[in-house]
């Protein structure tokens, strides 16, 4: 129906920086929100940075003045660049959108990417 692929994350030391790709495709009409989450282990998963289809953006205060969020509309991507990285933004990072198909709207995950900050 449609699928979320991420792309980026890994291992980087702290300060460093890495980016995060998100490409949705399938039966998709129109995307609303796109945006991530994490999970690092043992805690549930967050929100990090949402952006609307008109480009408005929200982050989670942890990662304000570091992060930002970005999207193409025409490619159904989402990126997400991060700054500054601390040794606990480790975690899982999920892609997320918010996806209308004909007569039919629903939320859809990416598989999750792995960031890890070493200090």
């Known amino acids: 129906q449609v699928q979320l692929v991420e792309s980026g994350g890994g291992l980087v030391q702290a300060g460093g920086s890495l980016r995060l790709s998100c490409v949705a495709s399938g039966s998709i009409i129109r995307i609303n929100a796109m945006g991530w989450y994490r999970q690092a282990p043992g805690k549930q998963r967050e929100l990090v940075a949402l952006i609307t289809s008109g480009g408005s953006t929200n982050y989670a205060d942890p990662v304000k003045g570091r992060f930002t969020i970005s999207r193409d509309n025409a490619k159904n991507t989402v990126i997400l660049q991060m700054n500054t990285l601390k040794p606990e933004d480790t975690a899982a990072y999920y892609c997320?959108?918010?996806?209308?198909?004909?007569?039919?709207?629903?939320?859809?995950w990416g598989q999750g990417a792995q960031v890890t900050v070493s200090s």
């Open positions: 997320y959108a918010d996806v209308e198909g004909l007569l039919w709207r629903r939320d859809f």
